[in-house]
């Protein structure tokens, strides 16, 4: 297939387009006189909620029109009110501090509580809590508060850890309770294959490989990518750091350093995969899948080595892997991989994820040895 060069930046053109796109979600059928959902809420819902798509589609119906009923006793109950939450029969409770308020919660439909606080109550001890924060170890995941016990609950990997820090805020003899859980909490920028990355001057891509060096951790992409130069953000906007090194054309790779990996924390992942556990190469005619930000995991086999391509305009590229996976715009960077083997980052190729096309990956290898970097593995 003759390559066309108008899709040689997978990562950096249209941009507005695809954000456009993200929101046209195809329609799961509803019951009559139900809102449709996407189909990707439903299908999410009955993995992680047990539940099947009829069900799924009646629970978030009920639950829009607890919300709306929530919100008018808030208003009607005032000083009183004490919090609300649906309960696992589906229906909203709802709490007061005023025994004459009962039928009026009940009239709504919704089952009335009593509690000896209100909400206000529990906020005014939350807020407390918050301003010692600075007091706060690691051990002390959060705190917030619980409707449904009408208290404020404080988690921590540590109950004495949890108990100072109550101490320390001067909460002793509040509705406070220190609930254990088994992890602490983390940020939730994992640098993960496949997933975006943008350009604060513009422009998406996808993520490639983590690596380390010298106590350094940086991101692999593709070069058309990194040639843009300064500081690239992660999949949730928050900045990675600046462009380490790039090459293209000749080659196509870059690195991007990783400011902090307080925030951004280096995974071996690959999304819609398992972490990769090395870098050996596949062979040609071995199956091939990749992950990019626009089209997800998609796989085909790798058809050829060492491919020499002209990108159009003098940017000719050596020593690409071509495959028949396909890929879009805003893949570019984005990770190959052979069972758990990494194997490349996307550089470029012809055609669509809807018609089918062909791909070319930069090896991860030569990306590695050329920086100096040790891919990150699980």
Request: aromatic letters at 6%; hydrophobic letters at 40%; proline letters at 3%.
């Amino acid at each position: 297939m003759r390559y066309r060069p108008a899709l040689r930046a997978l990562g950096v053109t249209a941009f507005a387009l695809l954000l456009g796109a993200a929101s046209a979600l195809p329609a799961a059928a509803a019951p009559s006189g139900s809102a449709a959902l996407p189909s990707e809420m439903v299908t999410a819902m009955q993995r992680d909620l047990g539940l099947t798509a009829k069900q799924a589609v009646e629970r978030v119906a009920t639950e829009t029109s607890a919300a709306g009923t929530e919100q008018d006793l808030r208003a009607r109950l005032g000083a009183s009110f004490g919090g609300s939450w649906i309960a696992s029969s589906g229906t909203l409770v709802v709490g007061t501090t005023d025994p004459d308020a009962v039928g009026a919660i009940r009239a709504t439909g919704a089952q009335p509580v009593v509690t000896s606080r209100s909400e206000q109550d529990l906020e005014k001890v939350r807020s407390k809590l918050d301003s010692a924060a600075g007091a706060a170890t690691d051990a002390v995941s959060s705190w917030y508060v619980d409707p449904a016990t009408n208290s404020v609950v404080v988690t921590a990997t540590d109950a004495r850890a949890g108990k100072r820090f109550v101490a320390v805020a001067g909460a002793v003899g509040e509705p406070v309770r220190v609930v254990v859980v088994a992890d602490a909490v983390r940020l939730f920028a994992d640098l993960v294959g496949g997933e975006a990355i943008y350009a604060a001057a513009g422009g998406r891509c996808s993520v490639g490989f983590s690596a380390r060096s010298a106590g350094a951790t940086y991101v692999i992409t593709a070069g058309h990518c990194t040639e843009i130069g300064g500081n690239w953000q992660g999949v949730n906007r928050t900045t990675i750091g600046p462009v380490a090194a790039t090459a293209f054309p000749g080659d196509d790779f870059g690195a991007i350093r990783v400011n902090s990996t307080a925030t951004w924390n280096p995974t071996s992942r690959v999304a819609g995969t398992s972490s990769v556990l090395g870098s050996t190469a596949a062979a040609v005619g071995a199956s091939i899948c990749r992950s990019g930000s626009t089209t997800g995991y998609r796989c085909g086999t790798l058809q050829a080595k060492n491919a020499t391509v002209n990108y159009g305009g003098g940017d000719v590229v050596n020593g690409l892997t071509r495959t028949s996976a396909c890929a879009e715009p805003g893949d570019s960077g984005g990770s190959y991989v052979a069972g758990r083997q990494a194997q490349g980052v996307l550089s470029g190729g012809s055609g669509d994820c809807r018609s089918g096309g062909t791909t070319f990956y930069q090896p991860v290898n030569e990306i590695l040895s050329r920086y100096g970097l040790t891919l990150v593995v699980g």
